[in-house]
């Protein structure tokens, strides 16, 4: 009972701010990082690894990390859709016919870092909504980690 008192209590007292946050272009930005570090310590191998284990570090919610080959567009790693691994998924149009796969390398390639929108399916809810997503070139990969537009 006391166990359950305490637990009700801190509800009350943290309120809204318990509730789980939408994530920002700024988590977005930080996990990208964050495994581009990793990589440069770890090497690629081990951060296919961690993302296709879903490491918590690279899968909080609708926020993930993903890898991709720069030159041949081939998914390396993907927490959510391991059904894509090994694909190259270049030029799959998303829902609206963008082909937002080769302006994620094309971007990586020119500009090594930036942000990419079109539309996918959001894991929490299974619908389709507009995404952006920052991309960040780390030798010969480009990670990715996006946000769904509200």
């Not at 930005?29 to 296919?48: L, N, S, V």
């Not at 918590?56 to 691994?85: C, F, K, T, W």
Request: glycine share 8%; hydrophobic share 35%; aromatic share 6%.
């Amino acid at each position: 009972m006391k166990r359950l008192l305490t637990g009700t209590l801190l509800c009350l007292t943290l309120g809204p701010a318990a509730a789980v946050m939408e994530p920002t272009e700024k988590n977005a930005i930080a996990m990208a990082e964050r495994g581009a570090a990793f990589i440069k310590e770890h090497g690629k191998d081990e951060m296919i690894k961690k993302i296709n284990a879903k490491d918590p570090d690279y899968l909080q919610g609708e926020l993930y990390v993903d890898m991709r080959d720069i030159h041949s567009g081939i998914v390396l790693a993907h927490p959510i859709n391991p059904s894509i691994i090994g694909n190259d998924l270049t030029d799959v149009p998303d829902a609206s016919g963008k082909r937002y796969r080769r302006e994620i390398i094309e971007l990586a390639q020119r500009k090594g870092k930036g942000w990419v929108d079109y539309m996918y399916k959001n894991p929490t809810n299974g619908k389709i909504e507009p995404k952006t997503t920052y991309i960040l070139r780390v030798g010969d990969v480009v990670l990715e980690a996006g946000i769904y537009k509200k």
